[in-house]
């Protein structure tokens, strides 16, 4: 029995190269406006069309501020960039969600809620956390400019066929752990190559207790463990997701559709290239040390020895070598840590929850009930930005951002903002960040800002006592 992962790839085959790549058809192409301009570029210069247009979903989100976003953009790049998908999306008459759009917001967000994304498909965006959109039991993954400009050309693409990793997670999550901690275990265990030339497959009761929002993260997260993409096999969940929502299937293509979604699944005598096995129990609220998303721990744990770092986690092979003595030692600088030192109490000066990671209404949900009834540190400096303006308006239908403005936090509004330094929130050079995003690379959120990665609750309980704190300390 083939897996999920063969299911849907065999399905989008169009031919097999000898002694080459997969020319793959792709349902959905993603567009923002970093990685395209020179895809369209490119098309113009051979004098080509988009082949199907209708398959192809623009909107801006890297380089958009997240404040008066009816005005012009102050900053020439980020304005130039902006602009010039507007006008490719125009010319080759193509979806655009400007900014201001009711349906704008960062494409991750935004692709699921609307249900332009749906089980079975293959998904592509020019922008490594593509992988989100596996939460809806799609393939999806991200791809380069030249790339985006094949698709767009011919909505295909040539690829070589992943390795499959099945990894099957089981148990109760305790109280305060979330689907980013998940994520963040699996990275500290895996490293940031143990799934390279995989695509993962997230199974077991744990992974089907997840909300979909929860299942986002995960999926999300699966790129920083060097898997091409992360997965998850679609159910009632999922399908009580995606109904009503406007681009999914209505009246009879509904049942039509969930009864062919019902068969996404991966078989019991499925055989992957790699499983591996976790129980739910090991994971409690975990906060990064280092300048990779692999450099995890327990929120209470210290960081460790040098003399116990190892090279794989999974197998406890001591790591004695210079090379990777040398690294962790640049990188704990770069933070200012130390080996040995536990980071409950660090003092932290900013605090962001948003991105493709964490910018869902439940991560709203999760922030506002950990500052409920409290105040925000009064030197923490707390971004907060919806993922789309659609979460947006949730927010105030359900009168979350009362809770958060009494508690003394601001609404932004959605983009990217401080996952990465390419638009206003850049966070200074030394200051301390805790956030919801999903990279802690050096000068990822502005150059010399040191990133520690952490769920919403975390996040939130370092905006309400100003230092790392365990959040179930304040459940």
């Given at each position: 029995?083939?897996?999920l992962f063969d299911k849907i790839w065999d399905r989008h085959v169009v031919q097999q190269v000898d002694d080459g790549p997969t020319q793959l058809y792709i349902d959905r192409l993603y567009c923002h406006e970093v990685t395209s301009p020179q895809a369209f570029d490119?098309?113009?210069?051979?004098?080509?069309?988009?082949?199907?247009?209708?398959?192809?979903?623009?909107?801006?989100?890297?380089?958009?501020?997240?404040?008066?976003?009816?005005?012009?953009?102050?900053?020439?790049?980020?304005?130039?960039?902006?602009?010039?998908?507007?006008?490719?999306?125009?010319?080759?008459?193509?979806?655009?969600?400007?900014?201001?759009?009711?349906?704008?917001?960062?494409?991750?967000?935004?692709?699921?809620?609307?249900?332009?994304?749906?089980?079975?498909?293959?998904?592509?965006?020019?922008?490594?956390?593509?992988?989100?959109?596996?939460?809806?039991?799609?393939?999806?993954?991200?791809?380069?400019?030249?790339?985006?400009?094949?698709?767009?050309?011919?909505?295909?693409?040539?690829?070589?066929?992943?390795?499959?990793?099945?990894?099957?997670?089981?148990?109760?999550?305790?109280?305060?752990?979330?689907?980013?901690?998940?994520?963040?275990?699996?990275?500290?265990?895996?490293?940031?190559?143990?799934?390279?030339?995989?695509?993962?497959?997230?199974?077991?009761?744990?992974?089907?207790?997840?909300?979909?929002?929860?299942?986002?993260?995960?999926?999300?997260?699966?790129?920083?463990?060097?898997?091409?993409?992360?997965?998850?096999?679609?159910?009632?969940?999922?399908?009580?997701?995606?109904?009503?929502?406007?681009?999914?299937?209505?009246?009879?293509?509904?049942?039509?559709?969930?009864?062919?979604?019902?068969?996404?699944?991966?078989?019991?005598?499925?055989?992957?290239?790699?499983?591996?096995?976790?129980?739910?129990?090991?994971?409690?609220?975990?906060?990064?040390?280092?300048?990779?998303?692999?450099?995890?721990?327990?929120?209470?744990?210290?960081?460790?020895?040098?003399?116990?770092?190892?090279?794989?986690?999974?197998?406890?092979?001591?790591?004695?070598?210079?090379?990777?003595?040398?690294?962790?030692?640049?990188?704990?600088?770069?933070?200012?840590?130390?080996?040995?030192?536990?980071?409950?109490?660090?003092?932290?000066?900013?605090?962001?929850?948003?991105?493709?990671?964490?910018?869902?209404?439940?991560?709203?949900?999760?922030?506002?009930?950990?500052?409920?009834?409290?105040?925000?540190?009064?030197?923490?400096?707390?971004?907060?930005?919806?993922?789309?303006?659609?979460?947006?308006?949730?927010?105030?239908?359900?009168?979350?951002?009362?809770?958060?403005?009494?508690?003394?936090?601001?609404?932004?509004?959605?983009?990217?903002?401080?996952?990465?330094?390419?638009?206003?929130?850049?966070?200074?050079?030394?200051?301390?960040?805790?956030?919801?995003?999903?990279?802690?690379?050096?000068?990822?959120?502005?150059?010399?800002?040191?990133?520690?990665?952490?769920?919403?609750?975390?996040?939130?309980?370092?905006?309400?006592?100003?230092?790392?704190?365990?959040?179930?300390?304040?459940?």
């Amino acid at each position: 029995m083939n897996t999920l992962f063969d299911k849907i790839w065999d399905r989008h085959v169009v031919q097999q190269v000898d002694d080459g790549p997969t020319q793959l058809y792709i349902d959905r192409l993603y567009c923002h406006e970093v990685t395209s301009p020179q895809a369209f570029d490119g098309l113009r210069a051979r004098g080509l069309k988009c082949f199907r247009p209708q398959q192809i979903f623009c909107m801006p989100d890297h380089n958009t501020p997240t404040h008066d976003q009816d005005k012009p953009i102050e900053d020439p790049i980020s304005k130039k960039q902006v602009d010039t998908l507007a006008k490719n999306a125009a010319e080759f008459g193509l979806t655009h969600y400007g900014m201001m759009d009711k349906s704008n917001g960062i494409i991750h967000v935004v692709g699921p809620e609307k249900g332009l994304s749906l089980p079975g498909m293959t998904i592509v965006c020019g922008d490594s956390h593509t992988s989100t959109h596996g939460a809806m039991g799609a393939v999806a993954f991200g791809i380069g400019t030249s790339e985006v400009e094949m698709v767009l050309a011919s909505q295909c693409i040539l690829q070589q066929k992943p390795k499959s990793m099945r990894i099957s997670i089981n148990g109760q999550l305790q109280k305060g752990v979330t689907a980013k901690d998940i994520a963040l275990y699996l990275m500290s265990k895996l490293t940031t190559s143990g799934a390279t030339g995989y695509f993962v497959e997230y199974a077991g009761d744990t992974i089907t207790a997840l909300s979909m929002e929860g299942r986002l993260t995960l999926c999300n997260l699966s790129i920083e463990m060097g898997a091409r993409g992360g997965f998850i096999a679609p159910d009632e969940t999922t399908f009580a997701y995606i109904k009503g929502r406007e681009y999914a299937p209505k009246g009879e293509d509904w049942e039509k559709a969930v009864a062919y979604w019902k068969t996404l699944k991966s078989g019991d005598d499925a055989v992957f290239d790699k499983e591996l096995t976790f129980s739910a129990e090991d994971i409690e609220p975990r906060i990064t040390y280092g300048t990779n998303p692999g450099m995890g721990i327990g929120i209470a744990e210290a960081i460790p020895l040098l003399d116990d770092f190892t090279i794989s986690p999974l197998d406890n092979s001591k790591s004695n070598s210079q090379i990777v003595n040398s690294q962790i030692v640049k990188s704990l600088n770069y933070m200012g840590f130390k080996p040995g030192q536990k980071l409950l109490g660090t003092k932290v000066d900013y605090v962001f929850l948003g991105a493709c990671t964490n910018g869902r209404i439940e991560d709203f949900r999760a922030f506002a009930s950990i500052v409920q009834g409290r105040q925000k540190a009064k030197d923490v400096i707390a971004w907060l930005v919806p993922g789309s303006w659609a979460v947006d308006r949730q927010i105030r239908q359900e009168g979350l951002d009362k809770i958060l403005e009494a508690a003394g936090f601001e609404i932004r509004q959605p983009g990217c903002s401080a996952c990465l330094a390419m638009n206003d929130d850049k966070i200074p050079a030394g200051k301390l960040a805790v956030s919801t995003s999903n990279r802690n690379f050096e000068g990822r959120q502005g150059p010399g800002a040191r990133t520690i990665l952490a769920s919403p609750l975390t996040a939130a309980a370092a905006a309400i006592t100003g230092v790392i704190t365990d959040p179930r300390e304040l459940l």
